[in-house]
């Protein structure tokens, strides 16, 4: 893993990666808002492109990709590929099993918001290949519990190259393990900001405290989803590892459709993973696992220690 980075390169890589990353988020964001086919087919191309800001960040910046661990290693590492794909399912059953036994009255049984979401012309093509509603949320779990988290790699490797690959290595050297997580968590939340202001990112845009409140929470999440995703990488070594278990994160949005349409409002609590209440679970493992290291981390790494 890359320990030779310099203040400067990291300095070069948040520029190109927030500066390319805001400006094609608020494009994607102007498309979105259109509200049409061809709008929502530019906001998903662009939101992919989009995910590669990172790594340009760290080829402007010539950060070496070489001691990022680009190996799969699939032999040795057979139990964090089981748990890249399968914790985030276990994670986000739980966030969402937690939000509706206290809001069982928000659970969208009649899949209305689904529905909604698919539109007629979706549902038309669902009724066209002989599914149902019901069958097409099978399916859709079935493929984020298998393939779907591996296909996930060729988006999430974009930013994780960034991320993991270059800023979380030159934050822990500097502020130690823990805290270079936890600045760097709050570093790769803000740069979702322009979606969540401009086109309602993970909550929408009619919740409490919209859309200031998103901005303070979301980060939140990164911290601790950085912290799994990095601790994934530290014990992997290799750079596909957080790819992998970034993507199985992405792979589960079904939650947030099991969510009736007129509670749409109270996305922030959940019952996606990036929600208050639901995101409990992840915040726990991830506590966990800096509890841990941090009876491990060297005492070289206390704040009043640190020259930056």
Request: with cysteine.
């Amino acid at each position: 893993m890359n320990k030779n980075i310099s203040k400067k390169q990291i300095i070069i890589f948040i520029i190109v990666a927030f500066t390319g990353g805001w400006i094609l988020q608020a494009i994607a964001a102007y498309f979105a808002n259109q509200g049409t086919p061809a709008g929502r087919s530019l906001f998903g191309i662009l939101t992919i492109v989009n995910m590669y800001m990172p790594l340009l960040g760290v080829l402007i910046a010539r950060i070496s990709f070489r001691n990022m661990g680009w190996k799969p290693q699939i032999k040795k590492n057979l139990k964090w590929i089981a748990f890249s794909i399968w914790m985030p399912a276990l994670l986000s059953l739980a966030g969402a099993l937690l939000y509706f036994s206290i809001f069982p009255s928000h659970l969208d049984t009649g899949f209305e918001t689904m529905r909604q979401s698919l539109g007629e012309a979706g549902m038309a093509q669902l009724q066209a290949q002989g599914l149902t509603i019901e069958t097409y949320l099978i399916i859709s779990v079935i493929m984020s519990l298998t393939t779907a988290p591996i296909f996930n790699i060729l988006t999430a490797i974009g930013e994780e190259v960034g991320w993991r690959g270059a800023l979380y290595p030159y934050l822990k050297e500097r502020f130690g393990k823990t805290t270079g997580r936890v600045i760097g968590g709050v570093i790769w939340g803000a740069w979702h900001w322009p979606l969540m202001i401009l086109a309602g990112f993970e909550y929408g845009t009619d919740y409490f405290g919209a859309p200031v409140l998103g901005l303070f929470i979301f980060p939140i999440f990164t911290v601790f989803f950085g912290i799994l995703t990095d601790h994934v990488y530290e014990k992997s070594g290799t750079i596909l590892m957080p790819a992998l278990i970034h993507g199985a994160i992405d792979a589960w949005t079904i939650y947030a459709y099991l969510l009736k349409p007129e509670y749409s409002d109270r996305m922030i609590l959940g019952p996606s993973l990036v929600g208050i209440l639901s995101g409990l679970p992840l915040a726990a493992l991830a506590i966990y696992i800096s509890a841990k290291n941090r009876k491990a981390e060297p005492a070289c790494h206390k704040m009043s220690d640190i020259k930056i």
